[in-house]
């Protein structure tokens, strides 16, 4: 068995492995670059716990082949806060209690971030719907779907801000 | 095992047709990387298609639209164009999976899979798509419903990739839809499903109509009774009912752990009428 | 120096921070993926364990061939029960643990474990997996619960001999117990009843469905000294588990929990660890061992199907004056308490002179059936909520009305034995009748169901220390599992008594070489239990704290208080003193004694039951029989509520594992015994778009045994959903089903059964 060499960027850095041509990004992520935020659910794609992106594109890492990212840009939740501020979903997460054991939070704010890239204002129904693709088992989802709601919120709300200074300016 | 991505159908169907051992296609992987984790299939090739051109495209012409075998799920969803003209198409790619696999997954992919459940085969069928075919002898093209041949099985040969399927042109007065049923909102495989493509004539009177079903026999089944059902009709509640019925006439299913042989039956009928109604009005039926 | 234990009842205190919501302080590690669950563990030269499971639901194992695994490339070590002699000294429940780790000669469900390998890669002990060659002779089996208590069905455990009955059988049977509890004249009840309603249902077989698989990365060496860092709901407890089955002492095994990717019960049983521990032994190396998600689903512990019968007699005044229940209980291939738990909960929430519940717990060939929060009690409360509506409709009575008019209340004796002391029942049911979501109008094809639930609850023994830091940050240091939020509770517990803010405590959860035992975080005892031990830790420190302020101002002890979080001179002669903060004190601790602790340790008794009553709103597809949940409100007691954000969290999260357990949730089994849904497609859990809001109500009705108040709130409301949802789609639909999971083909087969 011969290894892929892959060169590839995760969360805005040059990566460079060697991995088995079978073996899959999540295990690439986790066994390889020490990135474990990246959870093994299922293993089929059924339960959202090893989301990442793939060049903007959710995706369930467990279907994806390491090989496959040769001169992507993989984002995992390891690069969702920048510098020293945790993103607002990440806050917005601690502040509703929204997770209980933790496990599949990093899924689900993967999975969030993508919603609110692509609609910065979605309706309850739009958030459960996005998000159905993540398993939880401790909350019900209720405290999940509220803390999407207010970091879609508070974004927009910063946004307003951020626009009316560079307008002063 | 190797992995190769070619960026041509051409070397793609080389490398295929040349590999003595287990050789598998990979286009979104959400079907193949599961039986793989299963120890389903165990590979001695797979060529990555998605580094082809011809596969990576959403094209439309004056005979209609080309959709690249590469194409996500996603990708269709985003193409104002082509949801306008195929609603039903791509809201049946959208319901594969979730927003994950959905960014992966392909109509190509789920026809080639050959599960008797793929929710976008009806809908393809429906709307009379065809295959292009890529092989070691050159290309050909296959209608959508003749990929098929039985769960599992395809007519492909050894080499050949689907490159991309195509869409008719749209007439006027036309609509789609697709409907599938299952237990959750979410996430599930179709227990049994529907797909209704028509056109209606000036009166808006159905003129023409295809009608498939998806879950209820071995492979996708075009129900042409329950098509002659809503011809010449409005869709009163009469010639819906002869619709429902034709459909649970041609039902074969099997009982498994998604659902039983009555259940499959009578929800095939009624997901038909149901989306016959939708097609109804998309094409502007009142 | 002998002490008495302190005094645990309730002293109504008034509270600074106890029910605020600050945020979890393990947040930040849980929302940055740095937090570490089992497989997130890494150790030098750790090697890749597979399991090798039987394909059977019953068969006898005639020989494993190891001999070609060994001897491939990369593989360092093959484990068959050989390697794991039994030790247990006719210890038959520890043998059970042991035969369910690795089959011992017998296969005894679709994927029990035969044999397992540790080698280089993942890759390499596939491989070697498949060289191992098992030969078996295939036994009949049966999966049913009904079908195994016949006397032709296949034996499952042949030294099984039915325990509760007299005189005590000579042959054996899949009848492993028959347990009865009750009281009163079931007949004379019966016989003053001016109705009867007679039920029988069936639940399907149901899995906790944590998202983190069974995980562990094991270390011995030849030594005799092990390591396990395991995802588990009780490292102290796995500990002595695995340490007597593998022959090793106790103190020389060190279990540390990783955090826990869920549990509700799942976690509460060993199942692969000491095999993940005998192939470390074996190869000298540390070894991981994950369960994939089908194995977890193969050979973890799911919850027992059921098959209950109730009979329920009123008089027309709306009093029932008999209840009788008889509840067959499937425990997998091993006995278990399963129907015991269910018939102690039967008529738990009502107030009944004649009542009598009477249990099977029957062996089939399914995994070994384990905890699944407030194991047992939601099968009998389907039955006995779906039966009470129907005996108020009966009555004509409304159903709420019937249940508030036949509740338990303070001085009820329980079906199970003891008189309640105060209690929530009534509350509850009081509070859904004056719920605005039972007056909200109702669309086509909706109806409104409730249903209350009951669970004991548990405490049992606890450890817990403070470390009080030079700075005055307070570590607080507990042996129960954080399953959701628990360190935030308890820290606020800490810095509530010792009078200091929030921030300035971190909760850890320690090793088992750190402190001494915990039981299992079950039974909702965390936050009681640990809870309580906090508390005394903390007045613990108080009294160093008291000691060392003495020492600074050089006066008695008796003449320093502790008020407001500071020490106070008290007296006019000390006026002059100002009051000393726990800061102040910490700081100077190296001169005045060394370091500042406070520690506890109690078997936590008097553990509160907890009961709740639920309403739901459901709209049926009458043309498909899909059911959708539009509205659910829990009310529940919590005795006192001390983070609510995760008290709201408990009852949500208990609600909708009922609700997926009541629509769609099952274990699909076909006619060869195998598992036919092993895996989150088809085992289906709700998903997001699956449900909606889940409204709460945290009614606090103080546990006359805890200081606080406190109460288990974790497990209470999985009870209720299940009847709930039927009562529901009874009212919306015009059918009544009695079979659970309510999937859409049985909703369809009985509306059509109906016309």
């Known amino acids: ?169 | 095992m190797r992995y190769e991505a070619p960026t041509s159908t051409k070397v793609a169907a080389a490398l295929l047709a040349k590999e003595k051992g287990k050789a598998f296609v990979l286009a979104g992987g959400t079907d193949l990387l599961v039986r793989m984790k299963a120890g389903m299939v165990e590979p001695d090739l797979v060529v990555d298609i998605k580094r082809i051109p011809a596969t990576q495209i959403i094209k439309k012409s004056d005979s209609g639209f080309k959709i690249g075998a590469a194409v996500s799920g996603a990708s269709m969803g985003e193409n104002k164009a082509l949801k306008k003209a195929w609603p039903g198409v791509v809201e049946a790619a959208n319901l594969i999976g979730s927003d994950q696999v959905q960014g992966r997954c392909t109509m190509a992919g789920n026809l080639c899979n050959a599960s008797p459940a793929a929710d976008s085969v009806p809908a393809l069928v429906a709307a009379k798509a065809k295959a292009a075919v890529v092989g070691p002898k050159g290309r050909r093209t296959v209608a959508v419903e003749d990929v098929v041949t039985g769960p599992g099985r395809t007519s492909l040969k050894k080499g050949e990739i689907i490159e991309s399927i195509s869409l008719p042109k749209r007439v006027a007065k036309s609509g789609d839809a697709y409907l599938r049923f299952i237990p959750r909102t979410e996430m599930d495989i179709a227990v049994c499903s529907a797909g209704v493509n028509l056109t209606l004539d000036s009166k808006g009177l159905v003129k023409s109509a295809r009608v498939a079903l998806g879950a209820v026999a071995p492979t996708v089944v075009l129900v042409e009774d329950a098509a002659d059902a809503i011809i010449g009709t409005k869709l009163d509640d009469e010639s819906l009912a002869a619709l429902s019925a034709a459909c649970e006439a041609a039902c074969s299913p099997i009982n498994d752990k998604r659902g039983t042989v009555e259940f499959r039956t009578e929800v095939a009928g009624v997901l038909a009428r149901r989306a016959a109604k939708i097609a109804y009005q998309r094409a502007g039926g009142k | 120096m002998a002490e008495t234990a302190p005094d645990t009842s309730f002293t109504n205190q008034d509270f600074k921070i106890i029910g605020t919501r600050p945020p979890r302080p393990d947040g930040v590690d849980k929302v940055t993926g740095r937090a570490k669950y089992g497989a997130d563990a890494f150790a030098a030269g750790q090697l890749t364990a597979l399991i090798l499971r039987s394909p059977h639901a019953h068969a006898k194992i005639l020989s494993i061939d190891t001999k070609r695994a060994e001897k491939l490339k990369g593989v360092k070590a093959v484990v068959t029960c050989e390697d794991l002699p039994d030790l247990t000294g006719g210890n038959r429940g520890m043998l059970d643990i042991l035969e369910n780790c690795m089959a011992r000669g017998r296969a005894l469900y679709d994927g029990h474990a035969v044999a397992a390998v540790a080698a280089i890669d993942a890759e390499t002990a596939k491989k070697a997996l498949k060289l191992i060659k098992v030969k078996y002779e295939v036994l009949p089996h049966v999966t049913d619960v009904d079908e195994a208590m016949k006397k032709k069905a296949p034996i499952i455990q042949p030294h099984i001999r039915t325990t509760g009955v007299d005189p005590k059988p000579k042959k054996a049977s899949n009848v492993a117990a028959r347990s009865q509890f009750g009281h009163g004249d079931i007949e004379a009840g019966f016989a003053a009843a001016d109705v009867i309603v007679e039920e029988s249902y069936k639940t399907e077989q149901t899995h906790q469905g944590y998202i983190e698989p069974h995980a562990c990365l094991a270390s011995v060496g030849p030594d005799g000294q092990g390591e396990l860092w395991v995802t588990t709901q009780g490292h102290f407890v796995f500990r002595n588990t695995c340490a007597a089955l593998l022959g090793m002492e106790v103190a020389k095994l060190k279990v540390t929990s990783s955090e826990i990717g869920g549990g509700f019960g799942g976690k509460t049983h060993v199942w692969m660890e000491p095999v993940a521990l005998a192939l470390s032994r074996k190869a000298n190396r540390p070894v991981k061992l994950t369960m994939s998600r089908e194995e977890v689903f193969r050979a973890s512990g799911p919850t027992s199907s059921t098959s209950i019968d109730i009979k329920i007699g009123a008089t027309r005044d709306g009093r029932i004056c008999a209840a009788s229940a008889e509840l067959r209980y499937q425990g997998g291939a091993f006995p278990g308490i399963w129907g015991m738990l269910g018939a102690m909960t039967t008529w738990a929430c009502y107030d009944l002179e004649n009542c009598q519940s009477v249990a099977f717990d029957v062996l089939v060939n399914r995994p070994k059936s384990a905890a699944y929060r407030a194991p047992s009690a939601p099968m009998a409360a389907f039955a006995v909520e779906s039966t009470i509506d129907l005996v108020a409709a009966k009555l004509g009575m409304d159903p709420v009305d019937f249940r508030i008019l036949n509740a338990a209340k303070e001085g009820t004796r329980a079906s199970y034995g003891p008189t309640y002391g105060p209690i929530g029942i009534g509350p509850t049911l009081e509070a859904v009748k004056n719920h605005p979501h039972m007056k909200a109008p109702l669309g086509p094809n909706q109806g409104r169901g409730m249903a209350c639930g009951f669970w004991f609850n548990f405490g049992g023994q606890t450890c817990t220390d403070i470390n009080v830091g030079v700075d005055g940050t307070v570590s607080l240091t507990v042996g129960t599992m954080d399953v959701g939020g628990s360190r935030a509770s308890l820290s606020l517990i800490a810095a509530e008594e010792l009078g200091i803010p929030y921030e300035r405590v971190k909760c850890n959860v320690a090793d088992t070489a750190s402190l001494g035992h915990n039981d299992m975080t079950e039974g909702s005892r965390g936050t009681f239990s640990s809870g309580m031990a906090t508390i005394f830790a903390a007045r613990d420190v108080v009294k160093v704290l008291r000691n060392r302020a003495a020492a600074m101002w050089e006066i008695d002890v008796d003449d320093v208080a502790w008020e407001d979080g500071q020490a106070v001179a008290k007296g006019i002669a000390h006026s002059n003193l100002s009051p000393l903060s726990l800061a102040d004190i910490a700081r100077k601790s190296p001169t005045t004694g060394g370091p500042i602790a406070g520690h506890n340790e109690t078997v936590a008794d008097g553990a509160g039951v907890s009961f709740a009553s639920h309403i739901c709103d459901v709209e049926v597809d009458p043309e498909t029989g899909a059911t959708k949940v539009i509205r659910y409100t829990v009310v529940q007691d919590a005795g006192k509520a001390i983070h609510p954000d995760y008290v709201e969290g408990q009852f949500q999260g208990a609600a909708a594992q009922g609700i997926g357990w009541a629509l769609n949730e099952e274990y699909i089994y076909g006619e060869d015994g195998r598992l036919q849904n092993p895996g989150f497609l088809d085992y289906r859990i709700p998903v997001c778009s699956d449900l909606p809001f889940i409204d709460t109500e945290i009614l606090e009705i103080p546990n006359p045994g805890h200081p606080y108040g406190v109460r288990g709130v974790g497990e209470t409301s999985i009870v209720p959903p299940l009847a709930a949802i039927g009562n529901a789609v009874s009212n919306a639909a015009g059918v009544r089903l009695n079979h659970v999971p309510m999937s859409p083909p049985r909703i369809l087969k009985a509306i059509n059964a109906a016309k």
């Open chain 1, 1 to 169: 068995m011969s290894g892929v060499h892959v060169s590839t960027t995760v969360n805005g850095d040059a990566v460079e492995f060697v991995c088995p041509p079978g073996e899959t990004l999540l295990d690439v992520l986790r066994n390889r670059l020490n990135l474990i935020g990246a959870k093994e659910g299922c293993g089929t794609g059924d339960c959202g716990a090893c989301s990442v992106t793939v060049d903007g594109r959710l995706v369930c890492s467990c279907l994806v082949l390491g090989a496959e990212v040769e001169g992507a840009k993989v984002g995992t939740v390891e690069g969702m806060a920048e510098g020293g501020e945790l993103h607002t979903l990440q806050s917005k997460f601690i502040e509703h209690a929204a997770l209980q054991c933790g496990i599949c939070t990093p899924g689900f704010l993967v999975a969030a971030k993508a919603l609110l890239d692509r609609n910065s204002d979605p309706s309850e129904e739009e958030i459960r719907y996005a998000l159905a693709g993540n398993l939880c088992r401790c909350t019900g989802y209720d405290k999940i779907v509220r803390a999407v709601d207010a970091a879609a919120k508070q974004l927009a709300t910063d946004a307003t801000k951020s626009g009316k200074k560079s307008k002063r300016r």
